[in-house]
C-alpha cells in the first residue's frame, strides 16, 4: 500500500444536492464513476477515501470491498485530510471551478485539470474558439443571451441547428431545432439550464456522436479509446444521453484520436483524464467539446484499457508524462437504465435506477450482454 492518500468526490452523489435531495436517476450515473474511479486508484495501490450521501450509506461496502474508505466528512474536510484531490461535478453554474479552486487554495494537488482549464472549457464557445486556434473543425456556432437573442442567432444559423446551454453538461438543457416550430420551446430550455443566461447557436452536423478519453500531462497528452455515444431525440427535439461503447470503429478514427491530443495538449490548465467530444462525418471530425473531469465514457474505457488509468492520470498530473499509446482489448457497453440486467458484469443501483456496464470479447458481444443488440 502506497502512503500517498487520495480523496475522490463526487458532487451528485455527495453532499452537494444540499438541501435539494438526491435524486437516482441523475445519481446513479455520478455514482458510478465514483465507484469506478475509486477501485481503480485503490487497485493501484493508493490510500483511497471519498464521501458519498448519507441517504445512501447503505452503499458503502461496494466501496469498502474495493479497498475504498468512505467517511463521513464533508467536502473540505475530505480535502484538508488528503494529500491529492480528484472532483467529478458537474461544470454548469461554475461548479467544479468552485471546488478545484478550494483544493488549490488550500495548497493540494488535484488530479485534474486546474481551474484555469475548468474555466475555459466550462465555457463552449471558449471552447470553439481554441480548436479553431488549433487548426481543428467547429460547426459554425453563435453565442446568443436570452431567449430572443437565442431566436435571432437561430435566424443567422438556420436550420436545422442545436441550442446549448453555455456552461451545460451532458445533455441538460440541448434541444435539436428544425424550425422555428420548436426553436422558442429549445431556447428556454437552454436559458432555463444555464447558469449565465446564455447559450450558443449550433448549426446541427449530421454524424456519429463520439468521444475521447485523453490523458493530459505537461504539454502533451495521449488518446486512450474513441467511445461512441449514444443520444437519443425526444418528439420535441429535446436530446438525451443514454450511454455508448468503446471503442468505436470509424473510417476518422485516426483523425478523431489526432483532434482530442492536439485540441487537449492545446488548451491551458489542462491535465490528468479529459474528454472530448466529437461528431464524426465520413470526411471530417469536428470538436463540439472538452469535458474537464472523469467522464462517463471512463467506465467503459477502464474495461478495455489493458493498463490502471488512474495511475497514468496521478503520473500526469505529479510527474507531467503520458503513457503513449494504450493497448485496448475486447469491447464495453454502458447505460443507464431502470431495468435490471442480470448479465452486467459490472453494476450500480440507487432505488430502481441502475448504471450497467458489460464487458465482452468484441464490442457485440457487450451491447447483447447490455441489452441495447438482440
Known amino acids: 500500500m502506497r502512503n500517498e492518500k487520495v480523496f475522490i468526490y463526487e458532487f451528485l452523489s455527495g ?33 483511497t477515501t471519498t464521501t458519498i450521501n448519507s441517504r445512501i450509506e447503505h452503499l458503502s461496502g461496494s466501496f469498502e470491498s474495493r479497498g475504498v474508505s468512505v467517511r463521513r466528512v464533508s467536502f473540505r474536510e475530505g480535502v484538508d485530510e488528503a494529500d ?45 474558439r481554441l480548436a479553431e486556434e ?26 436545422p441547428s442545436v441550442f446549448k446551454p453555455i456552461d451545460g453538461v451532458g445533455c441538460e438543457g440541448v434541444s435539436m431545432v428544425w424550425d422555428e416550430g420548436n426553436a422558442e420551446m429549445a431556447a428556454e430550455l437552454a436559458v432555463r439550464a444555464s447558469g449565465t443566461g446564455k447559450v450558443i447557436v449550433q448549426e446541427y452536423v ?10 493530459v500531462g505537461e504539454g502533451k497528452a495521449s488518446p486512450l479509446t474513441l467511445n461512441a455515444q449514444f443520444i437519443s431525440r425526444g418528439d420535441r427535439g429535446v436530446l438525451r444521453y443514454e450511454g455508448g461503447y468503446v471503442p468505436l470503429k470509424h473510417r476518422r478514427r485516426k483523425e478523431a484520436l489526432r483532434t482530442a491530443e492536439r485540441l487537449a495538449s492545446s488548451i491551458p490548465g489542462l491535465k490528468g483524464y479529459v474528454g472530448v467530444d466529437l461528431v464524426l462525418t465520413p470526411g471530417e471530425a469536428f470538436v463540439m467539446e472538452v469535458n474537464p473531469r472523469i467522464t462517463t465514457s471512463y467506465l467503459g474505457a477502464r474495461k478495455v484499457v489493458q493498463e490502471n ?40 443501483s440507487i432505488n430502481k435506477e441502475h448504471f450497467i456496464v458489460c464487458h ?15
Open 84 to 128: 491529492y484531490c480528484l472532483v467529478i461535478a458537474p461544470e454548469s453554474g461554475g461548479t467544479l471551478y468552485s471546488l478545484v479552486k478550494d483544493i488549490e487554495r488550500k495548497g493540494k494537488v488535484h488530479l485534474g485539470p486546474g481551474s484555469i482549464g475548468v474555466a475555459l472549457t466550462t465555457n463552449k464557445m471558449e471552447t470553439l
Open 134 to 159: 488549433a487548426g481543428l473543425k467547429t460547426p459554425f456556432t453563435l453565442e446568443a443571451e436570452g431567449v430572443e437573442d437565442a431566436l435571432r442567432k437561430a435566424e443567422e444559423v438556420g436550420f
Open 360 to 374: 465482452g470479447r468484441n464490442v457485440r458481444e457487450a451491447l447483447v450482454k447490455a441489452g441495447i443488440q438482440s
Open 15 to 47: 453532499e452537494g444536492t444540499g438541501d435539494e435531495g438526491l435524486h437516482a436517476d441523475v445519481a446513479v450515473e455520478g455514482l458510478a464513476m465514483l465507484l469506478g474511479v475509486t477501485e481503480d486508484f485503490s487497485a493501484a495501490g493508493f490510500n
Open 206 to 215: 449530421e454524424g456519429v456522436d463520439a468521444s475521447v478519453g485523453v490523458i
Open 309 to 348: 488509468i488512474a495511475r497514468h492520470i496521478f503520473d500526469a498530473c505529479t510527474k507531467g508524462v503520458t503513457p503513449g499509446k494504450v493497448r485496448v482489448k475486447g469491447g464495453a457497453a454502458f447505460r443507464k437504465t431502470s431495468i435490471n440486467i442480470e448479465s452486467a458484469d459490472w453494476k450500480v
